[in-house]
């Protein structure tokens, strides 16, 4: 069995996040969808609804669907904010 693809990104990294709505096929499916390395976006899409988006300070973009993204988009806005980047 392959393991499941881990994505780290460091708080330093994040420019901005955002609630959107995801569409999977916006994506190219459910799953893991793209690279960071080389397509410059990657998404963890499980269902179509709620997700995060990153910006990141090198202009790639990182997605993630998640249930009810707004506290933690705030959260980490806060954190950016409070870092500086």
Known sequence: ???WPRTSIDVVEIE????????????GG???RG????????????????GIRLDLTDGRVFVVTVDNPEP?????????????T
């Open 72 to 84: 933690a988009v705030a959260l980490l806005n806060a954190e950016v904010g409070r870092l500086g």
């Open 16 to 27: 901005s996040a955002s609630a959107i709505d995801v569409r999977p096929m916006e994506w």
């Open 35 to 50: 690279t960071l390395t080389l397509m410059k976006q990657a998404a963890v899409v499980l269902r179509a609804g709620p």
């Open 1 to 3: 069995m392959l393991p």
């Open 30 to 32: 459910w799953g893991y």
